[in-house]
């Protein structure tokens, strides 16, 4: 799997995000919710770079799935849990903090990401093959279907889809999945990948 280059991110004097040729800017708002304020978001704004480092570590650092009340969960955003992402908004945020564009993960760590529909793929009767010791950007698993194949791989939930090469075995087409859907929707992935299997007739 390869990836097209996202642009290269600065930061302007204004502390502003700037994007690439285009200059897109991402501006960062901070505001007490409190009527008038108690002052927390001027504190905030001198102190934002340690902030955003700390907020990096905790999203980077925590042992969750998706998210939890040690990350991203709190009593306020309790209706928005199902698109909370930590992986993502860490993901995110390291990319507006130094430009680091998402790179796909290795093999094993995508057999890893992948163990879960593999098993649920296997429960179905599919035959699936782990890919070991693949070269970089090979496909981590094979599909077996009845009458076609398809090779898996994942790629970083930032990245846009038809940034995505996925590569494959002679013969075999080849399918990347975002890795996001795979922690936040597994039987919307299963659906697709049996989709993808009848397609690939
Ligand atoms: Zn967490």
């Given at each position: 799997m390869t990836t097209m280059?996202?642009?290269e991110a600065t930061i302007d004097k204004d502390h502003c995000v700037i994007f690439g040729k285009n200059y897109v800017r991402a501006t960062r708002y901070?505001?007490?919710t409190?009527?008038?304020g108690a002052g927390y978001?001027?504190?905030a704004a001198k102190y934002f770079k340690d902030i955003v480092e700390d907020t990096?570590?905790?999203l980077e650092g925590c042992t969750c799935d998706s998210s939890c009340t040690e990350c991203l969960d709190h009593f306020h955003n309790q209706h928005l849990k199902r698109l909370l992402d930590r992986r993502l908004a860490a993901s995110l945020l390291r990319y507006g903090l130094y430009g680091t564009i998402p790179q796909p993960t290795t093999t094993s760590a995508q057999i890893e990401q992948l163990g879960s529909l593999n098993a649920w793929l296997?429960?179905?009767g599919t035959h699936c093959e782990v890919l070991e010791d693949q070269?970089?950007?090979g496909s981590a698993l094979l599909i077996n279907g009845q009458n076609s194949k398809l090779a898996l791989s994942t790629y970083p939930a930032l990245l846009a889809p038809d940034s995505i090469l996925p590569r494959a075995p002679h013969g075999v087409t080849a399918y990347a999945i975002n890795e996001s859907h795979l922690y936040r929707n597994l039987p919307g992935v299963h659906a697709e990948i049996n989709r993808q299997l009848r397609l690939a007739k």
């Open positions: 280059a996202m642009p901070l505001y007490d409190l009527a008038g978001s001027e504190l990096l570590r905790l296997t429960l179905d070269p970089a950007n």
